[in-house]
């Protein structure tokens, strides 16, 4: 017999199994029920059946079982380790209980064997990468949704500070502090700026842009100024050389210059300045951001615009002391919005400079 019609011959006994290890390992805030605990095992192994009678793998129409599995267990509360757990117990049950059938010593039970494992194997694969998008499809959806509703409570604190910062009543104590709470309102606003955009990109809708002529060297003197006035202490120097008018979206365009500038102040030594170039050519525009201090070692080079992959590789105490990193996200984003490029450069000697390519007139 062919493992393909032993697993169907032999469909409740292994389903048993299956619920049985399930009810081992469910969360201890549920009570699952036979229909629960057993989902859609029964219709993953009549596709591991075909799959085995055809000897190659069925082409996908639609959702496989595996896949459907991975979403009702997410919400079931499974963590990702037990929905693995399943699987390895599930090759664990078919492949004792094929050993322990009345022995044939066929050609093929070598070969049906290792099929199996192929063929499980890609359905745990299909299982963990849906379980893994939906995770991260919420968690996106979810952040989106914190930063909008955090939109309207910081727009209140802002109109307040603004009040403190104006009223003929306020003493100069109170200016001072309407100041420092009206630039925190600010900071936290690009903040949440970051983060929706960040979400917005990761679930699919990418950074918009709304191309129209403007001209660089307003922009990037207008951000300066900002941060000039946010950081009397700090030196912000802009030049501009040549012809540095085109098509972008000013908006976007301005978070560039704004993330980069608050990067190079923030991981710049503090007692020196921070240098913004901005040139133009036949081919387009390059923004340079320059900034002295401790170089960013090579091996940081590939996660450095994309802050999980910082996470990923950071330890819990440095976790816990940096930011969210989302900026330098973001200019990556904008600037492949506008089919540009962006890159580093840091040595101790020289210091650090991002330097940012763009079209003059972004593609459609």
Known sequence: MRLSAFILDNLEPILQEWEDFARSIQPPHRSMDVAELR????????EIAAELDAG???PATGERASEIHAV????????????VSEYRALRASVLR????????????????????????DRALAESVACYSATVRRSEDI?????????????????????????????DPQLIQLGSRMFDSAARMGQILDNLLDFTRSRTGGGIQINPRPADLAGISEQVADEFRFSHPDRTIATEVIGDVAGRWDVPRIGQVYQNLIGNALQHGA???GVTV????GADGVEIAVHNHGKAIPESAFAGLFDPLHRYANASTEEADRTHLG????IVREIVHAHGGSVAVRSTAGDGTTFLVRLPNKPAA
Not at 97 to 120: C, G, I, P, Y
């Open 39 to 46: 989902d859609h095992a029964k219709e993953m192994l009549e």
């Open 56 to 58: 190659q793998a069925q």
């Open 72 to 83: 009702t267990r997410l919400q079931s509360g499974f963590n990702i380790d037990q929905l």
């Open 97 to 120: 209980l094929w050993a322990q059938r009345e022995k044939t010593a066929s050609w093929f039970e070598v070969e049906d064997m290792s099929r199996f494992n192929d063929v499980l």
């Open 142 to 170: 979810f952040l989106g949704v914190v930063g909008h509703d955090l939109r309207t409570p910081l727009q209140y604190l802002s109109m307040g500070a603004e009040f403190l910062m104006r009223s003929e009543k306020s």
């Open 270 to 272: 503090k007692d020196s």
């Open 277 to 280: 170039r901005t040139s133009g």
């Open 326 to 329: 989302l900026g330098l996200y």
